[in-house]
C-alpha cells in the first residue's frame, strides 16, 4: 500500500479492515477544538501530513480483526494517523471505526455556507437558520439527496452552491501513503514512538504502554477490563493510572525508565499483584476512608506508594494500626498537594521510603520536608474554595462526624444524596443574602470570601433550593431543632449571635478554627495507640449468640440448597442494620448457628476468579451499599480470622447516629436486636422506637 489515497478510498480500506490497528497503540485522544481545526484545513485543501503503515505478516494483537475476505498473508497496521483517520471515519460515516477505543468522539460539527466557518451544534445559534448544515448528513447523504431532503432551504443551498461543493470535495482529498515492512514488532513499536512525538504528544504513560504490548498483546485489554470493572464501583481510573500500577509494582520506580530492561514476565506477575492491591485498596477507601469514587481524590498519585506496599506484603496491610498509618499519610499527601509537581520525582522518592523500616513515617517526612507540617492551621483555609485540596478533606471528616443533611436528616451519602459531587455546596450565609449586604460579585477578593469553604456545608440539591435566599439566622435555628447536633456536625459554630450577617467574617474566622480542628483530631486519630481488644474471635464463638454477636454460614451460599442464593446478602445486611440500630455487634460470617466452623470456602468458589478475601468483601460492600446505603460502609469494619485452617469474615459495627433502613425495592424496612435474633419493627412500632432513641423524626416512615 504505496502512494496516494483519497478519504473516500481511506473509509473504504477501513470498513475493509485493509486498515487495522496494532493493539500498541494508543486509544483516540482529539479534542473538539482539534477536530474542528483539521477539518477547516481539509476544506481549505490546507497539507495536514501524510499516514504511515505497517506491513506484516505477523502484527500480533490487533483492533478491528483481520481483513474481509482477503487471502493476503500480510497486514497493513496505522503507525502514524489514527487520530485523524478516526476523525475522518466519524464525521463522513457518522459511526465509529472498527479499530475505536479512547475519548468521546464528536458527531455534531455543522458547517455555515455563508461564513465558511465550522463549529459545533448549538441551538439558539443555529436552530431554524438554513445556512448551518450538519456535516455528517451531508457527507452521508451527497450533494443530490442532501438537497433533495432539504428543499424548503434549497434557494439557501443554490446560493452557495461552489461551498457545498468545496465541502463534498473533501472526500477526494488525496493522502500519500508511506509503507514500511518491519517484521520486528519492537522495532515497529520505536518507529511509532518515534514518529508520534511530532503529532498529539504521547505521554510517557502511552510509550510505556507501547513497549509492554509489543511483548505482552494482551496488556492493554487487562488493563481495560480493570478499568471498566472499578468504573462500576465509581473508581473511574484512566489507563495511565494500570499502566504505572504495573510498572511501579515491578520497578520499584516512580519513572518509566527502568521499565525498558525489566522482563516482561516481571511486568506481568507485577500486574496481577497490584491489580489485586487496588481492588483491596478500593475496598479500603470505600470501607474505612471514606472516599466514596476516584473523584474524591484530586490525583492517583498517593495511592500508588500504598498499592507498590500492599502488593509486596501478601494484598494486605499487615494489621488495623498499619492502614490508619497509611491512610494518615495518604489524606497528608492528598491535603498538602504532595504531587503538585514534578510527580514522578516525589513519586521516586516515596517509593523508596517503602522499604525503609516504618515505611509510614519515612512517607511524612518526606513530605514534611518538603511542605514543613502536617496539621492543618485555620489560617490554611482562608478564602480555600471548592477547588482546594482541603474541600474534599471537609467532607471525609464531616461524613466521618456523622455528618447529615439540614432537612430530611439523611447521612451525607446516601440513596437520597449521592456521592460528594451529587450534594451541593450550600452556601450557610446565602450569596444573594451577602450581595445585598456589602459585598459585590463583580470583586474578585468579595467572591473569594462569599465562596469559600467556611461559608459552604454539604446538603442535598432539594434542600439547597429551599433555603437559597433565607436568613441564616432563622434557618440554622430551625435545623438544630429539628436535627440537634446536625449542625456542629459540619463545623458550624453554635454561637447563635455569629449567625448574623453583620457577624459574617467573625463567623468565617471560627468556622474555619472549627474545621482546621475537626482535620486535625480527625488526622491524630488515626496514628493514636489503641487498646488491644479485649475479646478474642475464639471467644464470640464460645460463648454463642447473644444481643451484640451473632453468626452467619455464609455471605452468598446455601447450604440447604446448595447452591448460590443472593437473597442471603440481605439477610446479612439486615443483621448490621439491626445492630446499627441498637448497641451494635460483631456478625460473624462462615460460622453455623450451632457454633460450628464453616469457614468461607462456598462463598470463595461461588465467587469465581474474584475467590478470595478482596472478592468477598467487595460483594460484602457491595450489599450493605444496595441495602443500606454506602454511607454506611465506614461504619462497619470487616477483617478476616484464619480458624483450623478456615477462614471467617468478621464484620463489627456500633449504634449509628442516625436510624438505619433495609431498602429493599421501593419497600423501607426496620430492624432491632432482640436477644440474640433480628426483628423487624412495623410503621407504627418503628416510629415509637426511633423517637425513643433518636432524636431526629422518622421522616422516611411517612
Known amino acids: 500500500m504505496q502512494g496516494q489515497l483519497t478519504i473516500r478510498d481511506l473509509i473504504s480500506e477501513i470498513d475493509k479492515r485493509q486498515m487495522?490497528?496494532?493493539?500498541?497503540?494508543?486509544?483516540?485522544?482529539?479534542?473538539?477544538?482539534?477536530?474542528?481545526?483539521?477539518?477547516?484545513?481539509?476544506?481549505?485543501?490546507?497539507?495536514?501530513?501524510?499516514?504511515?503503515?505497517?506491513?506484516?505478516?505477523?502484527?500480533g494483537l490487533v483492533r478491528a480483526g483481520a481483513p474481509v475476505g482477503d487471502d493476503s498473508k500480510y497486514f497493513n497496521l496505522i503507525l502514524d494517523g489514527q487520530q485523524r483517520l478516526t476523525s475522518i471515519y466519524t464525521l463522513v460515516t457518522g459511526e465509529a471505526p472498527p479499530f475505536y477505543e479512547g475519548e468521546k468522539l464528536f458527531f455534531n460539527l455543522y458547517f455555515n455556507l455563508q461564513s465558511e466557518e465550522?463549529?459545533?451544534?448549538?441551538?439558539?445559534?443555529?436552530?431554524?437558520?438554513a445556512e448551518w448544515?450538519?456535516?455528517?448528513?451531508?457527507?452521508?447523504?451527497?450533494?443530490?439527496?442532501?438537497?433533495?431532503?432539504?428543499?424548503?432551504?434549497?434557494?439557501?443551498?443554490?446560493a452557495n452552491f461552489d461551498k457545498l461543493q468545496k465541502l463534498d470535495a473533501i472526500t477526494g482529498y488525496s493522502y500519500y501513503i508511506d509503507t514500511i515492512a518491519e517484521e520486528d514488532i519492537n522495532r515497529a513499536v520505536e518507529i511509532f514512538n518515534l514518529v508520534n512525538s511530532k503529532g498529539t504528544r504521547l505521554s510517557a504513560s502511552d510509550l510505556a504502554l507501547a513497549h509492554i504490548c509489543a511483548s505482552w498483546p494482551e496488556a492493554r485489554q487487562s488493563f481495560r477490563a480493570a478499568e471498566a470493572e472499578l468504573a462500576q464501583h465509581h473508581f473511574d481510573f484512566k489507563l495511565d493510572v494500570y499502566t504505572r500500577i504495573a510498572a511501579t509494582v515491578a520497578t520499584g520506580s516512580g519513572t518509566y525508565d527502568s521499565l525498558y530492561t525489566t522482563p516482561i514476565e516481571t511486568v506481568q506477575e507485577s500486574w496481577a499483584k497490584g491489580k489485586q492491591a487496588l481492588e483491596y485498596l478500593v475496598n479500603v477507601l470505600r470501607g474505612d476512608a471514606y472516599i466514596d469514587q476516584s473523584r474524591h481524590l484530586k490525583t492517583p498519585f498517593p495511592l500508588y506508594p500504598l498499592i507498590v506496599h500492599v502488593a509486596r506484603n501478601g494484598g494486605t496491610f499487615s494489621s488495623q494500626r498499619e492502614k490508619r498509618d497509611f491512610l494518615h499519610w495518604m489524606y497528608a499527601a492528598l491535603m498538602w498537594g504532595r504531587y503538585s509537581g514534578s510527580s514522578e520525582t516525589k513519586l521516586n522518592a516515596d517509593l523508596g521510603a517503602l522499604s525503609e523500616p516504618d515505611p509510614p513515617s519515612r512517607l511524612r517526612e518526606n513530605l514534611v520536608r518538603e511542605r514543613g507540617r502536617i496539621k492543618v492551621q485555620a489560617a490554611d483555609l482562608d478564602r480555600a474554595g471548592q477547588m482546594s485540596t482541603f474541600y474534599p478533606m471537609t467532607y471525609i471528616v464531616a461524613r466521618s462526624r456523622g455528618g447529615r443533611d439540614w432537612f430530611n436528616g439523611a447521612p451525607l451519602y446516601s440513596k437520597g444524596a449521592g456521592a460528594i459531587f451529587g450534594l451541593e455546596a450550600h452556601h450557610i450565609f446565602p450569596q444573594s443574602v451577602l450581595y445585598k449586604s456589602g459585598y459585590t460579585s463583580t470583586d474578585n477578593t468579595h467572591k473569594q470570601i462569599v465562596n469559600q469553604i467556611a461559608n459552604l456545608a454539604f446538603l442535598t440539591k432539594q434542600a439547597n433550593l429551599k433555603i437559597s435566599n433565607s436568613d441564616p439566622l432563622?434557618?440554622?435555628?430551625?435545623?438544630?431543632e429539628r436535627f440537634p447536633g446536625a449542625l456542629a456536625e459540619q463545623f458550624v459554630p453554635m454561637d447563635e449571635s455569629l449567625w448574623s450577617v453583620d457577624r459574617f467574617e467573625d463567623f468565617l474566622a471560627e468556622r474555619r478554627r472549627l474545621i482546621a480542628d475537626g482535620i486535625n483530631?480527625?488526622?491524630e486519630s488515626l496514628i493514636a495507640e489503641e487498646p488491644e481488644p479485649l475479646t478474642t474471635i475464639d471467644d464470640l464463638i464460645a460463648r454463642g449468640e447473644s444481643l451484640g454477636v451473632e453468626y452467619?454460614?455464609?455471605?452468598?451460599?446455601?447450604?440447604?440448597?446448595?447452591?448460590?442464593?443472593?437473597?442471603?446478602?440481605?439477610?446479612?445486611?439486615?443483621?448490621?442494620?439491626?445492630f446499627m440500630n441498637s448497641q451494635g455487634g460483631t456478625l460473624l460470617i462462615g460460622v453455623a448457628d450451632d457454633g460450628e466452623v464453616l469457614g468461607l470456602d462456598k462463598d470463595f468458589e461461588s465467587l469465581g476468579a474474584k475467590g478470595n478475601r478482596d472478592g468477598f468483601e467487595l460483594t460484602f460492600r457491595n450489599a450493605i451499599g444496595s441495602y443500606l446505603g454506602e454511607d454506611k460502609n465506614p461504619g462497619v469494619e470487616l477483617t478476616f480470622s484464619e480458624i483450623d485452617g478456615k477462614t471467617v469474615a468478621v464484620a463489627?459495627?456500633?449504634?449509628?447516629?442516625?436510624?438505619?433502613f433495609v431498602e429493599d425495592?421501593?419497600?423501607?424496612?426496620?430492624?432491632?436486636r432482640a436477644g440474640n435474633t433480628s426483628r423487624p419493627l412495623g410503621v407504627k412500632e418503628a416510629s415509637e422506637y426511633i423517637k425513643s432513641h433518636w432524636a431526629a423524626p422518622a421522616a422516611q416512615l411517612a
Open 552 to 578: 452467619k454460614s455464609s455471605l452468598r451460599w446455601d447450604y440447604r440448597e446448595n447452591q448460590v442464593n443472593k437473597a442471603l446478602t440481605k439477610v446479612v445486611a439486615k443483621t448490621l442494620a439491626a
Open 133 to 158: 448544515i450538519p456535516v455528517t448528513d451531508f457527507f452521508r447523504q451527497g450533494v443530490a439527496a442532501f438537497f433533495a431532503a432539504h428543499n424548503a432551504e434549497s434557494e439557501v443551498y443554490l
Open 652 to 660: 463489627a459495627c456500633e449504634r449509628y447516629p442516625s436510624p438505619v
Open 20 to 59: 487495522i490497528l496494532p493493539e500498541f497503540q494508543r486509544g483516540y485522544v482529539w479534542s473538539q477544538t482539534q477536530v474542528r481545526e483539521f477539518m477547516r484545513s481539509l476544506y481549505r485543501g490546507y497539507p495536514t501530513g501524510s499516514f504511515l503503515i505497517w506491513k506484516t505478516p505477523d502484527p
Open 118 to 129: 465550522f463549529a459545533y451544534y448549538k441551538k439558539q445559534a443555529m436552530n431554524g437558520r
Open 474 to 480: 432563622a434557618y440554622l435555628r430551625d435545623v438544630e
Open 665 to 672: 425495592g421501593d419497600r423501607s424496612e426496620f430492624y432491632v
Open 521 to 523: 483530631e480527625f488526622m
